[in-house]
């Protein structure tokens, strides 16, 4: 899986994700479960990992997810994103920590 899209609403990313759905992209929103494991595994009450975010099953087309998106959100999607040191993962911007490792985000 491949995160594609943060959104701070549920909303958001719901509609998001009938996006890719549409276009036939296998894709799921995680959140209460990630925000389980921020808080007992890394320690910490409040993490971005706890705003919505729509992973695509298929790491394959996360890139034509993440275009499909842009189309639909312009500037709104998260297109900074940044590559983990440590796993070599790519993130959205608003990731402080590595989704995949939980590795701090580079300065
Ligand atoms: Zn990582």
């Known amino acids: 899986m ?14 998001a994700k009938n996006i890719l759905e549409s276009a036939g992209i296998a894709c799921f929103v995680q959140n209460e479960n990630t925000r389980t494991l921020g808080m007992s595994v890394l320690g910490f009450s409040q993490t971005p990992l706890n705003d919505p975010v729509l992973c695509v099953v298929d790491e394959e087309r996360a ?16 297109a900074g994103e ?26």
Not at 63 to 78: K, M, P, S
């Open 63 to 78: 890139e034509e997810a993440g275009n499909l998106l842009r189309e639909h959100f312009g500037t709104a999607v998260d």
């Open 82 to 107: 940044w590559l983990c040191a440590a796993c070599k993962e790519s993130n959205p911007a608003s990731f402080d920590l590595c989704w995949n490792c939980q590795a701090a985000k580079p300065e």
């Open 2 to 15: 491949k995160p594609v899209f943060v959104g701070t609403d549920s909303t958001r990313v719901g509609f």
